[in-house]
């Protein structure tokens, strides 16, 4: 069993510590009536994208998510969140150091003890979901899922699905298919575009990511009858029809949408293992990018 698949199959627990933990944890996501910008690059830059839509959703305050690489001082913000699980990460590094000096500045973070510790006021340490993968995916699922909690979203049966759904063998016939699409609504777009970075990280495979009800507006003109599209959270009856009448196969999941992404990250590691590939290191990749 490859570290990926181990540490995907342990979300359960690192899910139920997070939230048990989050009510301790809640002023490193927000305080009610803040404006706030949530930072990351690659996966976190996709979570990011989730919290801001989850805090506007809960009406917690005006919400913003920014690629750290992006990213450049200009709006107003009373807390800059970065999301970081190396506290290594140059552009986010960079992003810190160049915000407003009085602007609250705190992390998420998986290790203590580096680098981002010096540009911040306070760091939160969730340890129990670092990873020795270089694919990122308890980490951020675990961020998610304390996040959830903290706003006040109904996350009582979140651990137990995660149990239930992980606990099945993995069946989908993967031979089947060679393109990969992943679409989302509101907070489930970052999921989608999560789900479809850990098919190219781990299986170097043709995968795509869209907003859900922009998929008829240019990208479904190349699927076809080897594509699989997977429908995360909300689901838009007439447009299932319409991908399937182009003969691809469309996944519906009945599960919370943090449950699907578990299992969008098992479906990324089979596929790696199918075409031969090690998806704890994947080609080009490090833990973390430090630019010289």
Partial sequence: MSLTTTEILSQPDTW??????APAASTFFGLPGERVLFLGCGTSAFVAESLAHLRERAGLGETDAAYASEWRPGRRYDRIVAITRSGTTTEILDSLAAA???????AIVAVSGKPVDALVSDTLVLDYADERSVVQTRFPTTVL???RSVYGYDVSGLVEQARASLS????LDLTRFDHFVYLGSGWTHGLAQEAALKVREAAQAWSESYPLLDYRHGPIAVAGERSLVWIMGPVEPQLVADIE???ATVVVGGDDPLVQLAQAQRL???LAEGRGLNPDTPRHLTRSVILG
């Fill in 168 to 171: 099945v063998p993995f069946a």
């Fill in 100 to 106: 407003d000096p009085d602007t609250v500045k705190v």
């Fill in 245 to 247: 009448a182009v003969g």
């Fill in 16 to 21: 139920a510590r997070a939230v048990a933990e």
């Fill in 268 to 270: 990324a590691v089979a």
């Fill in 145 to 147: 899922a304390a996040a």
